[in-house]
């Protein structure tokens, strides 16, 4: 009973390194995206996919690459980090048509020197 | 484009309290609206949800909103709360029912004390 699968769980990066955030999930959701969480400013969305070859920007797309060459497999690229991008971010995925209730992962919690 | 305002970001409250924690949107397309509940150290889950009929949805765990068009709010209810419930709570809008543009609120965090 999986469900939304996120690793790692932590990271701590320097500036401008490079990293991938993984995220799975075992329910067959057509519909992945990523969030990220900062205090006082709830999540925002960064990328999503309505299935497997199909991606596209949210409100905060700069600085992260996404693909979608698996149905289960949504990872999401930090290409060069900045201190900005310190955060905790979440996977999130759903039926195509669902009517809103997105399932999550537990988050991954990304600190950038 | 739609935006989300959670009015406090901070509501402690002793057990057995009732609670309100509020949220208004805005949009100029008909909206459809979420509650989503954060526990420490986890993702969130869906509460509740109104896209459309009886505007008094419910959980169940006892929580309550009411959508209110002509005053653009959402706001969650429970008339007793549980020390259990502490969290953080986050309203969300989206102008599709599919949800694929969720738009959330700052969030409020629920502090329920012995």
């Known amino acids: 009973n999986a469900g939304v699968t996120q690793t790692p769980k932590f990271q701590v990066l320097k500036t401008g390194q490079s990293m991938t955030l993984q995220c799975a999930q075992d329910m067959n959701h057509e519909y992945m995206s990523w969030y990220r969480q900062d205090p006082g400013m709830g999540l925002r969305l960064i990328h999503y996919?309505?299935?497997?070859?199909?991606?596209d920007q949210g409100e905060v797309p700069n600085g992260y690459n996404v693909s979608r060459s698996t149905t289960e497999d949504f990872p999401l690229r930090l290409l060069s980090a900045a201190p900005s991008q310190t955060s905790v971010y979440f996977c999130a995925s759903r039926p195509h048509r669902a009517t809103g209730e997105l399932f999550f992962g537990e988050g991954s919690r990304l600190t950038v020197l | 484009a739609q935006s989300v305002t959670q009015l406090d970001s901070q509501v402690p409250v002793f057990e057995e309290a009732p609670v309100e924690l509020r949220c208004n949107y805005s949009s100029s397309v008909s909206v459809y609206l979420f509650w989503y509940v954060q526990y420490p150290n986890q993702g969130l889950q869906l509460l509740l949800k109104y896209l459309s009929g009886s505007t008094l949805v419910e959980s169940i765990n006892g929580f309550e909103a009411e959508f209110n068009k002509s005053q653009t709010s959402f706001h969650l209810r429970k008339p007793s709360v549980h020390i259990s419930d502490t969290a953080e709570y986050f309203c969300a809008v989206s102008v599709e029912t599919s949800g694929s543009r969720l738009t959330f609120g700052e969030g409020t965090q629920l502090t329920v004390n012995p």
């Open positions: 996919s309505v299935g497997a070859g199909i991606t």
